[in-house]
């Protein structure tokens, strides 16, 4: 594995505070499918191939299972599925990004890995509300880019990875109570 970076984790608001700020930002570029994104690069802990994966059955759909991150269990999520897009065909030698939000580790697998970039505050736009991404006719949640910067070959998104993982915990909370329901309508029918 190839740490990147151990610099301090930073919530959502202490993000936008960044991107609210009129300083440069250090971005981790990505590619997931045809998406060249980023994300900032105090979310990057290390980088690492995918060797082995567990399943777990009645989770998430962009939950693709479970994986050993330095000796931790980390749930491996799907950042097509995550930006509503397909997922690949090929599943082995999967590449992730190993991130910890609130304490738990997440493995977001992605496409590709990029650059570090040094990003302008004097790129960045605001886009009218009009052109919030839409991925596959549904809208992306509206918290996944904080922020859009103009680069030279196109606009670069910035994700909000905590508010895109705390749907993941919203999403696995309310399959797990949805599951634990209907366990107990079966206890209590038999």
Request: a negative charge; aromatic letters at 2%.
């Amino acid at each position: 594995m190839m740490i990147l970076s151990e610099l301090t984790k930073v919530t959502t608001d202490q993000m936008r505070s960044i991107l609210n700020k009129h300083d440069d930002i250090n971005v981790f570029t990505v590619r997931v499918g045809t998406e060249r994104i980023s994300m900032l690069i105090s979310h990057v802990q290390t980088v690492f191939k995918i060797t082995a994966m567990t399943p777990v059955p009645l989770g998430p759909s962009h939950m693709l299972g479970l994986v050993n991150l330095r000796g931790q269990i980390t749930p491996a999520i799907s950042m097509h599925l995550k930006l509503g897009q397909p997922m690949p065909d090929h599943t082995e030698d999967l590449l992730a990004i190993g991130t910890e939000i609130n304490g738990q580790s997440f493995a977001l697998v992605v496409d590709e890995v990029g650059d570090v970039l040094r990003i302008s505050s004097s790129t960045r736009i605001h886009l009218p509300t009009s052109l919030i991404p839409h991925a596959n006719g549904r809208e992306i949640p509206h918290l996944a880019h904080t922020a859009y910067y103009q680069m030279d070959d196109g606009l670069l998104a910035v994700l909000d990875v905590e508010s895109l993982l705390n749907a993941h915990h919203a999403t696995q909370a309310h399959a797990n109570h949805a599951h634990a329901a209907h366990n107990t309508h079966h206890a209590q029918a038999a």
